[in-house]
């Protein structure tokens, strides 16, 4: 075992070494787990840097490095050699979008990786990969009479299957997403039409989202055959090819269309044939519904947060941040979730991900070994938990298709996600008003969260809306020259920054004893003026306060791209005895715990930042995680030891000093019977 890293290392996932941490190494490691998670290859049967000996013309031999070398047993020799993969540094465009390259125009790269392949002493290496963590280009190899051909290929088969001829059509043969490998695989989709078809990036977003609703659709309703979104190994490259795949695809989303209520026949997939073969190629070979949450949801996070961020201060809640108030909040299976500015859907998301840890625990099962009849039962444990229990609102009609998508990826159904104005509630004339009159009313939801939108400069000025809040946060306030309380004036407030509604309507949703969580700015907690006081003062009156975690800037300024200090709150509804106690002299005083995070694991660029010794050196954890696995059609079970850098984040560790905080100190006030 390893006992220290330098500060230009990483660990090898192969051996289990240091090596240093080039950019080209970063993306040989990703490919490597990769290689393990998706297809199924153990590290046992690969190595780095394998010396090939290839043909350098004239009967003269060379020795070339194959940077992943991938055999069909442990033995490690040219003989056994099966495939072969190239790797160099990402190309530093920051967040530029990257064009993606086709075949085609990769010349120089695909010469390179047939020279590696091109050893006919080697007949069984037939398939090679290029890449560059944003470009793939993989070639199958054939030996014929007339020698050497290479073909295009969309995607390399698992370890146990050969592509041949045969088309991807069944779910039982696709994979099971890697985090990083999915996320490419989404990023590359999206930079495609972005970059090749000169799309702006929101519209390359919702061409992508329609094929995302294709491709699970597809995974749901022909689940045991029959389905439609497939390539043939051949036909992204030929132009009848592509006819075929636009017909299946176009059927499928006239079944999609028909389907889902969110769609109207205005929503068209106007992708060039070449593009749409590119994202089915690209899509098709994944098993969604056996990803896990966070994988997915990583993937599709990062694609909605580079593409819906608002102008109304949506700023969307770093994924971290989310897991901590989903960890404090604890809701549980029975209870009834809402946020009401849910924007793309995180903190719904992220409920999802923690039910279903909590049933795996309690099942006694680890991630990896899930049975087909255990995911099953999971997914539609987490289906019906959606389509009761989990609700989401938001303004914004392209942030609630983003929503609805988003569970769609994790749970297969969309869920009930309203588009309407949430401070109007239970009024307005947006089509989500009506349904969510019927189902979530005020006083009958257990959990809020949600980040609603702030800022001075989006202050609600609509009087309509104001007046649901003049006896609570909508006022004018004055300090008395008494007693230096906030006072209110006679004086009309016009407008309210809405992040202040917001906490008023959070108490109205939830029942008494019920659980709020809600990211606010820090002013509002810490400002000294009458208006924040009188804010402060309401919460008290109507809430029992259970915690406050204050954030660092680098929390939201990278992820969300806004450089503000904000807090996270959570709060407990009281109920009217409780409320009218204090009022008689019999308030109930209580511990609050309270926090202040100084790391979240990023730095202001978004760079992962490393717990470090006294002496500098980074601190390392030892992981032993049993990897599962086919080789040959056979499941196969490795321990896996890995030496990882721990990441500098004070929010995990927060949660849990909560959690011991809540042994020696019951919530205040009164609890739901059948609560937690």
Avoid at 88 to 95: A, D, I, Q, R, S
Wanted: charged content about 30%; glycine content about 8%.
């Amino acid at each position: 075992m390893l006992d220290a890293l330098a500060e230009d290392e990483i660990v090898d996932y192969i051996t289990g070494e240091a090596v240093k941490e080039t950019p080209k190494e970063k993306v040989r490691q990703r490919i490597v787990r990769g290689l393990l998670h998706e297809y199924g290859i153990a590290v046992e049967y690969m190595a780095s840097d394998f010396p090939v000996t290839v043909d350098n013309g004239g009967g003269r031999k060379r020795t070339k490095k194959a940077d992943i070398a991938i055999f069909d047993s442990e033995e490690h020799t040219q003989d056994n050699l099966r495939r072969v993969v190239v790797c160099k540094p990402e190309p530093k465009n920051g967040n530029t979008v990257t064009k993606i390259r086709t075949h085609e125009q990769a010349t120089k790269e695909l010469d390179e990786l047939k020279e590696l392949m091109g050893n006919e002493n080697v007949p069984e290496l037939k398939y090679g990969l290029w890449t560059n963590g944003v470009d793939l280009f993989y070639l199958h190899k054939e030996i014929g009479r007339w020698g050497t051909t290479y073909e295009p290929r969309a995607d390399w088969p698992q370890s146990s299957e050969s592509l041949g001829s045969r088309s991807v059509a069944s779910h039982a043969r696709l994979r099971s997403g890697e985090e990083d490998m999915l996320r490419t695989a989404f990023r590359r989709c999206h930079n495609y039409i972005h970059g090749n078809e000169g799309l702006p990036k929101d519209a390359a977003f919702w061409q992508f989202m329609y094929l995302l609703y294709a491709k699970i659709h597809d995974e749901q309703v022909n689940r045991n055959g029959g389905a439609q979104f497939y390539a043939a190994f051949d036909e992204p490259f030929t132009d009848d090819g592509r006819g075929k795949i636009r017909e299946r695809i176009d059927n499928l989303f006239a079944q999609v269309k028909n389907a889902y209520p969110l769609f109207s026949a205005r929503d068209e997939i106007t992708l060039s044939d070449r593009a749409l073969a590119f994202i089915v190629g690209q899509l098709a070979p994944y098993n969604l519904a056996d990803t896990e949450i966070d994988a997915k949801g990583a993937a599709y996070q990062e694609l909605v947060g580079n593409n819906l961020r608002g102008d109304r201060g949506q700023y969307f809640t770093p994924v971290r941040a989310v897991r901590l108030m989903v960890d404090i909040l604890a809701p549980q299976e029975h209870e009834r979730v809402l946020d009401p500015a849910c924007g793309t859907g995180g903190f719904l998301r992220e409920t999802l991900a923690a039910l279903l840890k909590q049933w795996r625990e309690n099942e006694g099962i680890g991630d990896e070994l899930d049975a087909e009849e255990q995911r099953e039962r999971h997914r539609q444990r987490l289906k019906r938990y959606v389509e009761n229990n989990l609700f989401g609102a938001d303004f914004d009609p392209f942030l609630v298709r983003a929503t609805s998508l988003n569970l769609m990826t994790v749970a297969g159904t969309q869920g009930n996600v309203y588009h309407m104005n949430s401070l109007a509630f239970p009024d307005g004339t947006l089509p989500g008003v009506e349904p969510a009159r019927a189902e979530i009313r005020f006083g009958s939801v257990d959990v809020l969260m949600t980040n609603p939108p702030f800022g001075s400069d989006i202050k609600i000025t609509d009087e309509d809306v104001l007046n649901r809040y003049r006896d609570g946060v909508a006022q004018s306030w004055t300090r008395s020259k008494e007693t230096g309380l906030p006072v209110a004036s006679s004086t009309p407030v016009t407008g309210v920054s809405p992040e202040q509604l917001f906490i008023q309507r959070a108490v109205q949703w939830v029942k008494p004893g019920g659980r709020i969580g809600i990211v606010l700015p820090n002013g509002i907690l810490s400002n000294p003026g009458p208006s924040d006081e009188a804010i402060r003062r309401w919460i008290l009156e109507n809430c029992w306060v259970l915690a406050s975690v204050e954030l660092p800037v680098e929390a939201f300024i990278y992820e969300a791209g806004v450089n503000i200090l904000t807090t996270l709150l959570f709060l407990k509804k009281k109920t009217d005895e409780e409320r009218m106690a204090k009022d008689m002299g019999a308030d109930q005083e209580y511990p609050v715990f309270m926090a202040i995070a100084e790391k979240v694991g990023v730095d202001r660029r978004g760079n992962p930042v490393y717990k470090r010794h006294p002496d500098g050196e980074i601190v390392l954890d030892y992981e032993t995680k049993l990897e599962t696995f086919r080789i040959g059609g056979q499941k196969r079970e490795r321990t896996l030891h890995r030496t990882v850098k721990v990441i500098d984040d004070d929010l995990p560790e927060i949660g849990r000093q909560y959690h011991q905080f809540r042994v020696a100190h019951p919530e205040p006030g009164f609890t739901p019977e059948g609560t937690r």
